[in-house]
């Protein structure tokens, strides 16, 4: 058995030599806590180093780091004459030091595909874009980092009814990045809830959102069109809601904007 983020090895009931999984636990933990990388784009283990001396496996390893693409390696003994222990530190919100590169990585599921971003740390990364936008550094690449505006367009219990259900401005330009989304507690059911999100008047969408009967997120359903994804700051925007189910209309509506300030 092991742990359920790092998979550090878990001391059994009546374990012989309990010490040895006990002892192997104590170290991953060190090197996952300290979080830092001696080199990440080593495929196989170095001639030599430190009692303790950790890498993050790149992709394809051999020899004694096959099959552990992706995890933190942490040398036991000087030149790991006693083998390698192997912790998985690429888990949602990780963050790492490369000691080589002079910079902080964090990693991120949300990502597509899933990896890595990179942060300047006053090493040898100087350019950054400087357009007003928050980027994090992915591998070779900046990328924008995303954020979320969540709006509740109703209470949790009421049935919703059509019509605009809520009138807000934007704190500031936002950038749209993929599908706005809905959900609700309740999920309507006979037909769908299909929401409708305009700034300044005007939808933001070709076709408009909908989140199907008998479900409770957008997610499921075929997906919208964006046709503004720009939005502009204090641009005022509404939530309307042109349907609701036909047996029942469905409940605690909430629409969530994904992307980046710009």
Same mark, same amino acid.
Not at 102 to 121: C, K, M, N, Q, V
Not at 178 to 189: F, I, N, Q, Y
């Given at each position: 058995?092991? @742990?359920? #983020? %790092?998979?550090?090895?878990? *001391?059994?009931?009546? $374990?012989? @030599?309990?010490?040895?999984?006990?002892?192997?636990?104590?170290?991953?933990?060190?090197?996952?806590? +300290?979080?830092?990388?001696?080199?990440?784009? /080593?495929?196989?283990?170095?001639?030599?180093?430190?009692?303790?001396?950790? %890498?993050?496996?790149?992709?394809?390893?051999?020899?004694? *780091?096959?099959?552990?693409?992706?995890?933190?390696?942490?040398?036991?003994?000087?030149?790991?004459?006693?083998?390698? /222990? =192997?912790?998985?530190?690429? @888990?949602?919100?990780?963050?790492?030091?490369?000691?080589?590169?002079?910079?902080?990585?964090? %990693?991120?599921?949300?990502? !597509?595909?899933?990896?890595?971003?990179? =942060?300047?740390?006053?090493?040898?990364?100087?350019?950054?874009? !400087?357009?007003?936008?928050?980027?994090? +550094?992915?591998?070779?690449?900046?990328?924008?980092?995303?954020?979320?505006? #969540?709006?509740?367009?109703?209470?949790?219990? &009421?049935?919703?009814? &059509?019509? &605009?259900?809520?009138?807000? +401005?934007?704190? %500031?330009? =936002?950038?749209?990045?993929?599908?706005? +989304?809905?959900?609700?507690?309740?999920?309507?059911?006979?037909?769908?809830?299909?929401?409708?999100?305009?700034?300044?008047?005007?939808?933001?969408?070709?076709?408009? /959102? &909908?989140?199907?009967?008998?479900?409770?997120?957008?997610?499921?359903?075929?997906?919208?069109?964006?046709?503004?994804?720009? /939005?502009?700051?204090?641009?005022?925007?509404?939530?309307?809601?042109? $349907?609701?189910?036909? @047996?029942?209309?469905?409940?605690?509506?909430?629409?969530?904007?994904?992307?980046?300030?710009?």
């Amino acid at each position: 058995m092991t @742990t359920p #983020i %790092y998979e550090l090895p878990d *001391w059994a009931a009546a $374990q012989a @030599t309990p010490w040895n999984n006990h002892n192997a636990s104590l170290r991953m933990l060190e090197a996952a806590v +300290r979080g830092l990388v001696l080199d990440r784009d /080593l495929t196989a283990p170095p001639g030599s180093c430190a009692d303790g001396a950790t %890498y993050l496996v790149d992709a394809t390893a051999t020899g004694a *780091w096959a099959g552990h693409d992706g995890e933190m390696a942490v040398a036991v003994g000087a030149n790991a004459v006693n083998g390698w /222990l =192997f912790v998985a530190v690429a @888990t949602e919100g990780a963050i790492l030091f490369v000691d080589d590169e002079d910079l902080r990585i964090e %990693y991120r599921s949300d990502l !597509s595909p899933a990896g890595w971003l990179e =942060f300047d740390t006053g090493g040898g990364i100087s350019d950054a874009p !400087s357009d007003g936008v928050t980027y994090g +550094r992915k591998n070779a690449a900046w990328v924008p980092l995303l954020e979320s505006i #969540i709006i509740a367009a109703s209470d949790e219990t &009421t049935d919703i009814t &059509t019509g &605009t259900k809520v009138t807000f +401005r934007m704190p %500031y330009a =936002f950038t749209l990045v993929g599908l706005p +989304r809905a959900s609700v507690t309740t999920a309507p059911t006979g037909s769908a809830i299909i929401v409708d999100i305009n700034e300044e008047g005007a939808s933001i969408f070709s076709t408009l /959102l &909908t989140i199907d009967a008998g479900e409770e997120t957008s997610t499921t359903a075929t997906p919208a069109v964006v046709s503004d994804t720009v /939005l502009a700051d204090d641009a005022k925007m509404t939530v309307d809601i042109d $349907q609701v189910g036909s @047996t029942i209309p469905g409940a605690g509506l909430k629409v969530t904007l994904i992307g980046y300030r710009s």
